[in-house]
């Protein structure tokens, strides 16, 4: 029912030969506590959670009270160490158990733990031996729970989490887009027999049945028939075979199709019917095939008919069965298509082998509210999906061996939906997948590629007081290649392939080797700059009437965003006219987008920024200043943390308070609270709409919010470009790319300006 | 392709006349020919007088809407074929002097053998004794033969001038398709193609309706899991609707039946007879049912299978598993030591109880999805099948907690058959 039975064979000898490349698997360990294992028949996953101190670059503003401000940087800029809550994941083979627990009884310093909490089969074999090596006493927990418990958690906190399997399309793993209501559904774990179980809420779930026809049965019935012992060659077995010699279909004995009932002449009419003469013989593949037909079939047809009885339409697959298993996944997809006439979806989870051991861990925490929080998936410290799969990518088995890693960081606020949302179920962030898009992939992983020297020079020189910072710089370098080679092979690997997940990569990456805001300093010099600047962008824009006023506002939060990074000085900008499309924006301007500022004011406007220094002084702020002058209530969201050059909640607190110093309407807007300023709750140059801080999302409803502006490449086109919101929305950048400009129709530099407004 | 034999184009010499003379040989097959042609019976001048010469005769049963004999009802199967016929006991001196010689060696041969050849087998204890079919009476024999020999079958139709008898022969199952063709080049026969599904439920309607020879055709297990206390009852099905379904043969289909006219197919599944069957085979090296199912009976599952309390050493409270109940069919073969110290009548057994379970617990699904508490199992799986019977009517009771009730037929394999016999009838 569990898992993978208890007395397999083949386990009974550990190997303690085996070196580990300890640092790079069981990490953080000397800070961890809290301990749970789930040990089913032939892996082992070990759950901790451990602090993670991490350099984070912090932001402080000097009192500039009677000072020149003009040769003083705006802000001071310091790298703390701070603490923050990681869960790692261990999968490895129970073979490896025992070099594991020493290992991890080695360089356990700190755990004031006293227990470990276990489940799985073989939490019972294997309990003497976690006591003595670990000292600390085994406490079991049923395996339902902690499976269940571990899937809420994994439904609720990884974005594409969910895959529906198709062999036959371009695109095998079909990432869903996470339900804002997980509940309810239909689990049916198939380990040794078949458990189904529904589940309504976070704590209310019913074994609803079950089937003793499992992976038992395939194992079992399957070592009988073919003298092959192990599951996976079994597996291997049946991918090779051909099941119509051993099966009677429809068209052995109808001679074809049944046409009255429609039943196709490929259908199997009896399993194993033509096996009924003891004078024939059946090869193995064949015998294997139709048997993993036979249960696959058996399995997705009882899955059907409760869901049906209990009216569910999703139903995820777990258990060593399916298990990452491209084969049974095929089959078992198969049958709920069939069974179910399309209408039931066979769904599967990348972290489904993890599920135990989470639901064990978070048993053990309770105390500590885990499920408060939101947590992100590592991308730097999670080898992915199918990572230890022998034929998928050689490299990273030499590297980890049969150890594979799951790390989820805790993050410092709940993160929900944006209210505005128009459909929060089938919203996607992003704008191009690239796990579907063979082309655009090839054009992402290469561009990243090639702009990964770069990044790792600019991370070291961010730090050149630090005497390890080229040798960091070059292990970022290297461990962000390797993923990018992870991913060549497994688009797959952490859900849909896109430019935000590359992003995320590779800011995981960087915070990894500790180059937390590489940017910081470019950061610091051009808000400094941009901000001598804001009093006469102000006093021009002033000057011009209404209509022309409100085209070089636009022309300056496009203006501001062109430049990312680059050291161009001001002038260059404001003064020199661009050949980029800002006749094409005026012209947008007038047309329909006239009404957006032209019609009554909005009651409020939520702004999400996107660069530091001129994009944010210069472009956002005066657009800021003209909305709040109409009468309507700012929201501007900066990210929570560090991204490329993006600015952060922390420097726009700096740099309002010094515009606000400047300009009056800034400062009685920040007074009266009528200019709100919000974290995103994201450390992303890109923006998920269904992941934002808490705070912002009761703000956004609070104060009525009204008009959406989302400004930027990472925000506006990445990702968000085709988001449907319930009120009007405002969507610009500068396609400063040529693949992509391409992709949306435009030219380099052309402009997105993109004004929606929800049909009424 | 051969001409369509209505057409009566003068090959067939010697028949011509007698079929000229009334449509003879309108069997349904023949029926849907007219109908789709738009012409009718009308067309035909039916011969009014009576006589002494055989045609007379012949052409009697046909004013009174009788098939000519031979009546026979066939169910061809993925594994057996069914054969049913009737044996008419009330042969006037007339008839029987009249009647053909092929008729009458037919008749004399399947009545006076219980097997036939080395395969064929009618099942003596199912004969229904003075059964009034259409007007007349007899008896109605049950006979069986593995699908395999179906060439062997069709030679001896051939062999024996079946065609001359100008019956209609009414063939339902697979492999009235299937062997569509061989009937007609080897054995000169046009099959009349009849539903299975269409013939199934209407021969268990009309074998319940007339009851097993003064007894109860349906019956139900009382206490099915107490040897000593278990009792084989009978159960009137007198208001058989709704009813579900089951019938097990090489596989398995699931109806639910509203009204006589009115079923549908719900499921099927590829795990049934056939499967116990071959699986058998191939993990004891048996080579029939009989052996493996007395196999089985002297078998303990129990070896095999990992049950709930080998996983949780009792019952598993928090979903209230009883530890007796099977965790993992042949979940214990996982493991080596395990596979080398069980026996092969473990293994019949195993794969019975692992089968057998199986379609108890689809059906009760289905029973459940269609609201319906009355599961009728029929189909050759269960045929001297006592262990699948009792099991199936437990498992039902016990899951369902007393709310669904398995019953069974005496005629277990044989509706099918039956109901292309009555569809020979209903043609006429």
Same mark, same amino acid.
């Given at each position: 029912m569990a898992e993978r039975g208890g007395r397999g064979s083949g386990h009974g000898s550990l190997d303690k030969s085996i070196t580990l490349p300890p640092d790079e698997i069981f990490r953080n360990l000397e800070n961890a506590k809290r301990f749970a294992i789930d040990i089913g028949g032939s892996l082992t996953k070990l759950a901790y959670y451990s602090t993670v101190q991490h350099k984070v670059a912090r932001v402080r503003s000097f009192d500039h009270s009677g000072k020149d401000i003009d040769n003083e940087p705006l802000y001071e800029i310091s790298v703390q160490e701070e603490i923050t809550a990681r869960l790692h994941f261990i999968k490895f083979e129970n073979t490896y158990i025992e070099t594991c627990l020493d290992f991890i009884k080695d360089h356990l310093v700190n755990t004031e733990t006293k227990v470990i909490k276990a489940t799985g089969g073989g939490a019972y074999k294997f309990k003497d031996l976690i006591e003595k090596k670990l000292g600390l006493k085994v406490d079991k927990e049923d395996v339902m729970t902690c499976l269940i418990k571990g899937c809420n958690f994994v439904l609720r906190n990884i974005p594409h989490e969910v895959f529906a399997y198709q062999k036959d399309s371009d695109t095998e793993f079909r990432f869903q887009t996470n339900h804002p209501n997980i509940f309810p559904y239909l689990l049916v774990n198939i380990g040794s027999g078949v458990s189904i179980v529904k589940v309504e809420t976070e704590d209310k779930f019913e074994w609803i049945g079950g089937s003793s026809i499992g992976g038992g049965t395939f194992w079992g019935l399957g070592a009988l028939l073919t003298k092959t012992k192990k599951f996976d060659e079994l597996l291997q077995l049946a991918s090779k075979g051909q099941h119509t010699n051993v099966d009677m279909l429809v068209k052995d004995v109808y001679g074809g199709a049944y046409q009255t009932l429609g039943l196709s002449g490929n259908l199997i009419a009896s399993s194993f019917g033509k096996s009924t003469t003891a004078d024939k013989e059946f090869s193995k593949e064949d015998m294997a095939k139709s048997l993993l037909h036979m249960i696959s079939n058996d399995i997705g047809q009882l899955a059907c008919l409760y869901a049906k009885l209990h009216n569910l339409d999703k139903i995820y697959f777990g258990g060593f069965f399916i298990r990452g298993h491209p084969v049974t996944m095929r089959t078992i997809t198969y049958s709920i298509n069939f069974f179910s006439k399309g209408e039931v979806q066979a769904l599967f989870l990348r972290h489904e082998g993890y599920l135990g051991a989470i639901g064990a861990f978070l048993k053990g925490a309770e105390q500590d509210n885990p499920n408060q929080y939101s947590w992100g998936e590592n991308y730097a410290g999670s080898s992915g999906l199918m990572s230890t799969s022998p034929d998928v990518y050689p490299m990273q088995r030499t590297r980890s061996g049969t150890f594979d890693m799951l790390e989820m960081d805790r993050l410092e606020r709940p993160l929900v939906n944006l209210p505005l949302l128009k459909d929060p179920s089938t919203y996607?962030? &992003?704008?191009? &997948?690239l796990t579907d898009d063979a082309m655009a992939r090839k054009y992402w992983l290469t561009c990243f590629e090639e702009a990964l020297d770069g990044v790792a020079k600019r991370a070291a020189a961010s730090q050149p007081d630090s005497v390890d910072a080229q040798e960091r710089a070059e292990k970022f370098r290297q461990k962000y290649w390797n993923k990018l080679q992870t991913l060549r092979q497994q688009p797959f690997a952490y859900g849909t392939l896109t430019v935000r997940s590359l992003l995320d990569t590779r800011e995981h990456c960087l915070n990894e080797f500790s180059f937390p805001d590489p940017y910081s300093k470019v950061k610091q010099k051009e808000n400094g700059i941009a901000l001598k600047c804001f009093q006469s962008v102000i006093e021009s824009l002033d000057s011009l009437g209404w209509e022309e006023r409100q085209f070089a506002l636009v022309k300056g939060l496009l203006a501001g965003n062109v430049f990312d990074w680059g050291a161009k000085a001001v002038s260059d900008v404001l003064e020199s006219e661009p050949q980029f499309g800002f006749e094409e924006a005026k012209s947008k301007l007038q047309g329909k987008g006239r009404s957006l500022l032209e019609g009554p004011p909005h009651k409020c406007a939520l702004i999400f920024a996107d660069n530091s220094g001129i994009d944010i002084i210069l472009g956002v702020f005066p657009f800021v200043r003209e909305l709040l002058s109409r009468g309507t209530e700012v929201i501007l969201a900066c990210n929570s943390g560090p991204a490329l050059n993006d600015v952060t909640y922390s420097e726009s607190l700096i740099v309002t308070e010094r515009i606000a110093a400047m300009d009056p309407v800034i400062h009685s807007a920040l007074r009266d609270e009528k200019l709100l300023l919000v974290q995103t709750g994201s450390s992303s140059p890109c923006l998920d709409l269904s992941r934002l801080d808490q705070g912002l999302a009761v703000l956004v409803r609070e104060r009525q919010t009204d008009l959406v502006v989302i400004e930027g490449m990472g925000r506006a086109i990445h990702t968000n470009y085709y988001a449907v919101l319930r009120c009007e929305s405002l969507k610009l950048a500068v396609i400063k790319n040529s693949w992509l400009a391409d992709r949306l129709g435009g030219k380099i530099f052309s402009v997105i300006f993109k004004y929606e407004v929800p049909c009424k | 392709m051969e001409s369509p034999r209505s057409c009566g184009d003068g090959a067939e010499d010697e028949k011509k006349p007698r079929r000229r003379g +009334? +449509? =003879?040989? =309108?069997g349904p097959s023949q029926l849907r020919r007219r109908s789709s042609g738009g012409a009718d019976g009308a067309a035909v001048p039916q011969p009014r007088e009576r006589g002494g010469s055989v045609s007379r005769q012949r052409r009697d049963s046909v004013r009174k809407n009788r098939p000519l004999f031979p009546w026979f009802g066939l169910d061809i199967g993925g594994t057996l074929v069914k054969l049913v016929y009737f044996e008419p006991k009330d042969i006037t001196a007339e008839e029987e002097e009249e009647e053909v010689e092929n008729l009458k060696s037919i008749r004399k041969y399947l009545t006076s053998n219980? =097997?036939? +050849?080395s395969t064929g087998i009618r099942d003596v204890h199912l004969e229904l004794r003075d059964l009034t079919l259409c007007g007349r009476k007899g008896n109605l024999h049950f006979i069986r033969f593995p699908t395999h020999d179906m060439p062997a079958f069709i030679q001896m139709g051939s062999e024996k001038h079946f065609s001359s008898l100008h019956t209609t022969l009414c063939a339902t199952g697979g492999g009235a398709y299937k062997f569509e063709q061989d009937f007609r080049t080897m054995g000169d026969l046009e099959l009349c193609k009849l539903d299975e599904l269409d013939c199934l439920v209407k021969g268990v309607l009309y074998i319940d309706s007339v009851g097993f020879n003064g007894h109860s055709e349906c019956y139900y297990f009382e206490n099915p899991t107490d040897a000593e206390r278990c009792q084989k009852l009978p159960f009137n099905l007198e208001n058989p609707y709704p009813l579900l379904l089951v019938n097990i043969g090489s596989g398995v289909s699931i109806l639910a039946v509203y009204s006589k006219d009115n079923y549908k197919r719900v499921t099927g599944t590829s795990l049934g007879g056939g499967t116990f069957f071959g699986l058998c085979c191939l993990l004891t090296g048996c080579s029939t049912f009989e052996e493996a199912l007395e196999m089985a009976s002297h078998g303990d599952s129990t070896k095999v299978d990992k049950l709930v309390r080998d996983i949780y050493g009792g019952d598993y409270e928090r979903f209230g598993l009883p530890g007796w109940a099977v965790a993992s069919s042949f979940g214990n073969m996982m493991s080596k030591e395990k596979r080398e110290s069980v026996s092969k009548e473990d293994l019949a057994k195993a794969t019975l109880i692992t089968i057998t379970n199986n379609i108890g617990s689809i059906a009760r699904m289905c029973a459940l999805n269609e609201n319906i508490n009355r599961v009728v199992f029929v189909g050759n799986f269960l045929r001297i099948n006592t262990i699948s019977m009792r099991l199936l009517a437990y498992a039902l009771d016990y899951w369902s907690k007393g709310q669904l009730k398995a019953l069974f037929l005496e005629h277990e394999g044989y509706f099918g058959a039956v109901g292309a016999l009555l569809g020979l009838l209903d043609s006429a």
């Open positions: 996607i962030p &992003d704008t191009v &997948d | +009334g +449509g =003879a040989d =309108a219980v =097997a036939y +050849g």
